[in-house]
């Protein structure tokens, strides 16, 4: 029963709250109050703080959907929820998006200008919110788009970087890294601190057994344990135009007392101020690398932090309402794992379940395996983590005695299905021979779900490298191919393509994105196809300026925009492009240029910091631009730029201004890009190897708008065994100009050798990407491309068809898929719960 005075304060719900209005001047007087009262400023200030101001309007209002929501899924009945955790969310900026979701950029932009303002000036002084790497990261933000969309009850958990993915800045053609230090001073208008909902996390110290007096069993202590804290900030996700506000919650670590009081009492002064900073520095930095392991191990500890607060966060929610009952916890919970990265969390619930509620080992089984599903997100082998045995012992000793008994009963599991396979039981154990434990064996083991991204990457998991999993749990595997959410990559970033649109077919396809289709048969209509065209020539005009600004190359307006943005990778193949550019060039200067088309390529993308090859990609990359943009012979035949600091910011502006998507992997290496699904969206054509979902973009657009070329991930693994790449110069003039070209030093004139490393890795038959083999079937694939460009009508054809059928490739699907085939969560209407203030 409430006291008098609870039951006082929880008469005073939401509706007492001074009504906050969504029009033009109610945001209007908000912004002004939070620039000159809140923020002590005025209008004349630095347009940061007109952001700032701006921001704290517009979270205003969201906070009171975001509280019903909060409550229609925790104070309304048992209804079951899904947890998404990530070590990274790649969101970029959140007013624009915050705004188009709350359905108030009109009345906002209007406010502002009003006010003599600049709203472009304004919205870009944001700071990206860099807390990802690539596609894995910007997938995250998607789905966590998506699921609010859909009113699914959803929550996401991560990290909070202090710092996020570096800023590259290029300096003599070479990649330099710097801070990204993206919460800047102050406040972040974006997250609020919930102190009250912080977690303990332990690290170190030993596992020990004993025996419970009172039941007899044994049951395990982890002891002498330093211990992190764990503080939460909530990040709103809003649905579009629907009152569900979303929450993905990040964990920053602090350390527990500011000094360890003891060791401050021995004199030991300095060693108590180390720990603090110690355990600090958990959540200090992203990782930079994208699709490689990095075997540190602050990155362990970052990623155990992750899910032993999120999973203590679930279960104190869980024990708050129903004590300790579990009997029905894997009907009401799901958790969905991004990639390898957070599968401690199978470990996590088991020593919870186990160790803290006290439940028997096949039980808490049970409810682990039926609660956790894996989402593989490469094959590449330098991806999959391990981690050494002593690292674990040292660093967690609990979750390893966990995971050895999670193998043990594994592998007798195997043994008993293939009986004296040895050799099969050796392979397939979580517990290497050279003592690693192998984080994607465990993600399988512990989950009753695995799926890839795309069909063909959910197939090669299949035959191949979970191929034996795959036989002894063929039910497990699935395949959701990957998406991304048409608010923020059509909506939001091409609002002149959005405003066609909505002359001929409405907007309903803001969240039905299949509608899209209708806009097809006005691929016919020669004045529709002339507005396409207008509008993507102002994109492409945007997009100029900001190259301009940036690298001071100038792209022609009327050449082709050819662009290949993405994380650079061997396996991305970015040198084939560039082998393509130097082609170009040396049939210009051998003046072979009839019927040219102009063509404008467009790089951009980071390098992990420690990837040598890659970076030295980059240089090369800016050394063949510095040629060709200053020799006159090439004039506005051949302009190549490099994009620094690539970042979801910059993609909203670079793909609604490109032509031609490059999506050029190794086939069988990318495991579905996200990137290629943007640039189809906003109508570029693609050129593109059967890799990942082109796969999927190739069987919806048909041969005739795409242009395919390159081995087949068969013929790549056939070819392997006999690679020489020395008959592919051979039997091609072009590629040999392209190779004496590189070989001459003529791109690096006065740095000589740099690039030896570039020739000897694509001349080696231990070429894993086999950049060579691809070379002829690309350029000729490319003059294709050209000439079809030249053809404006035929083009603007294919490029209305590529949007139009861009419709499965919303996270609408893909998150509807997971629902209705892993999750199996309700939507929630969360517009009528009553909420105490
Ligand atoms: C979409 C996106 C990616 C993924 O690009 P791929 O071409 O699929 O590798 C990476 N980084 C950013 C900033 C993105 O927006």
């Known amino acids: 029963m409430p006291t008098e005075i609870e039951a006082k304060r929880l008469e005073v719900i939401s509706d007492m709250l001074p009504h906050i209005g969504m029009n033009k001047d109610a945001i209007e007087a908000d912004f002004l109050k939070y620039l000159c009262h809140t923020l002590g400023r005025q209008l004349t200030s630095e347009d940061y703080y007109l952001f700032k101001a701006l921001s704290y309007a517009t979270r205003d209002r969201l906070m009171t959907h975001w509280k019903r929501t909060w409550a229609a899924y925790n104070h309304n009945g048992k209804l079951k929820k899904a947890y998404y955790l990530s070590m990274e969310f790649l969101i970029g900026r ?3 998006n915050n705004l188009l979701n709350l359905g108030i950029e009109s009345a906002t932009e209007k406010a502002i200008y009003d006010l003599g303002l600049d709203f472009e000036e304004i919205e870009h002084t944001e700071r990206d919110a860099g807390l990802g790497n690539g596609g894995l990261g910007r997938l995250a933000a998607c789905f966590m788009d998506s699921c609010a969309t859909l009113k699914l009850p959803v929550m996401g958990y991560g990290l909070r970087y202090e710092y996020g993915m570096f800023r590259q800045i290029i300096q003599n053609g070479y990649q330099v890294e710097q801070p990204d230090h993206w919460l800047g001073f102050g406040p972040h208008p974006w997250e609020i601190q919930r102190a009250e909902y912080t977690q303990v996390v332990k690290f170190g110290g030993e596992s020990r057994e004993y025996i419970d007096p009172v039941s007899g069993n044994l049951i395990a202590h982890w002891e002498h344990a330093d211990v992190v804290l764990a503080i939460p900030y909530d990040v709103p996700i809003p649905g ?3 009152e569900t506000v979303n929450t993905l919650r990040l964990w920053w670590a602090m350390a527990k007392e500011g000094f ?12 108590a101020v180390a720990k603090k900073s110690e355990a600090e520095n958990i959540t200090k930095v992203l990782y930079p690398n994208d699709s490689s392991e990095n075997g540190k191990e602050l990155r362990l500890k970052q990623q155990y932090f992750l899910v032993s607060a999120s999973l203590q966060d679930v279960l104190t929610q869980w024990t708050e309402k129903y004590g300790s009952d579990f009997s029905d916890f894997a009907e009401y919970n799901a958790f969905q794992l991004n990639d390898t990265h957070p599968s401690l969390a199978v470990v996590e619930l088991m020593r919870l379940l186990v160790d803290k509620e006290r439940m028997g080992w096949d039980e808490a089984w049970r409810i682990t395996t039926q609660t956790m599903a894996y989402t593989n997100h490469t094959l590449l082998p330098e991806a999959l983590e391990k981690w050494p045995r002593e690292l674990f012992q040292k660093l967690l000793p609990r979750p390893l005695d966990i995971i050895y008994e999670i193998n043990r009963r594994f592998l007798t599991e195997v043994a008993m299905k293939w009986p004296a396979d040895t050799e099969r039981q050796r392979r397939m154990s979580i517990v290497d021979e050279n003592d690693n434990i192998c984080m994607a064996y465990l993600a399988i083991v512990g989950s009753h ?5 795309a069909e063909l ?16 749990w063929p039910e497990k595997f699935n395949n959701k191919t990957n998406g991304v959410t048409q608010r923020r990559w059509l909506a939001g970033c ?3 393509m959005r405003a066609l649109l909505k002359e001929h077919i409405g907007e309903n396809w803001i969240t039905h994105l299949e509608d899209l289709q209708q806009i097809e048969p006005l691929a016919e209509d020669a004045m529709f196809r002339k507005r396409w065209h207008e509008v993507k020539q102002k994109n492409k005009k945007r997009l100029a300026d900001l190259v301009l600004e940036e690298t001071g190359v100038n792209l022609p307006l009327e050449s082709m925009f050819d662009v290949q943005v993405k994380r650079i990778h061997e396996y991305k193949r970015q040198l ?7 082609h170009l060039y040396s049939r210009i200067k051998r003046g072979q240029i009839d019927n040219w088309t102009n063509r404008a390529v467009l790089f951009g993308g980071k390098a992990a910091p420690g990837y040598a090859m890659a970076k030295l990609i980059i240089k090369l990359i800016n050394n063949v631009a510095d040629v060709v943009n200053r020799d006159p012979d090439v004039g506005d035949k051949l302009k190549v730029a490099f994009f620094p600091n690539y970042r979801v910011s910059a993609m909203e502006v670079i793909c609604p201004g490109t032509d031609l998507s490059e999506q050029i992997s190794t086939a069988g290496k990318e495991a579905s890009g996200t990137g290629n699904m943007k640039f189809m969206m906003n109508g570029a054509l693609t050129i593109g190897t059967l890799d990942g979902a082109n796969v999927e973009i190739l069987e919806t657009v048909g041969e005739e708008n795409f242009f395919l070329f390159g081995l087949k991930t068969p013929e790549v693994e056939e070819l392997r065994r006999y690679y020489n790449p020395q008959i592919f110069i051979d039997q091609s003039n072009d590629l040999q100009a392209v190779m004496g070209l590189l070989e001459s030093g003529h791109f690096n004139q006065f740095e000589p050798g740099i690039f030896d490393p570039i020739i000897r890795s694509m001349k080696s038959s231990q070429d894993p990407w086999m950049t060579l083999a691809d070379f002829q079937s690309y350029i000729s694939v ?5 000439h079809a460009y030249q053809d404006r009508e035929s083009w603007v054809r294919k490029s209305i068809v590529n949007t139009a059928r861009s419709g499965i490739f919303s996270t609408d699907r893909t998150m509807q898929q997971y629902n209705d085939e892993i999750w199996g969560l309700t939507p929630i209407d969360t517009g009528s719960v009553d909420i105490a203030c």
Do not use: M, R, W
């Open 260 to 271: 360890d009081l003891s060791e401050f009492n021995a004199g030991s002064y300095h060693e």
């Open 576 to 582: 084939l492009n560039v082998l393509h550019v130097i």
């Open 449 to 453: 779900s695995v799926n890839g991204v």
């Open 494 to 496: 091409n609002p002149d």
């Open 94 to 96: 959140s007013l624009t």
């Open 782 to 786: 490319q003059e294709q491309a050209a």
């Open 240 to 242: 579009f135009k629907n």
């Open 457 to 472: 990457h959910s197939n090669l998991l299949k035959e191949g490298l979970f191929n034996d999993f795959y036989q002894l």
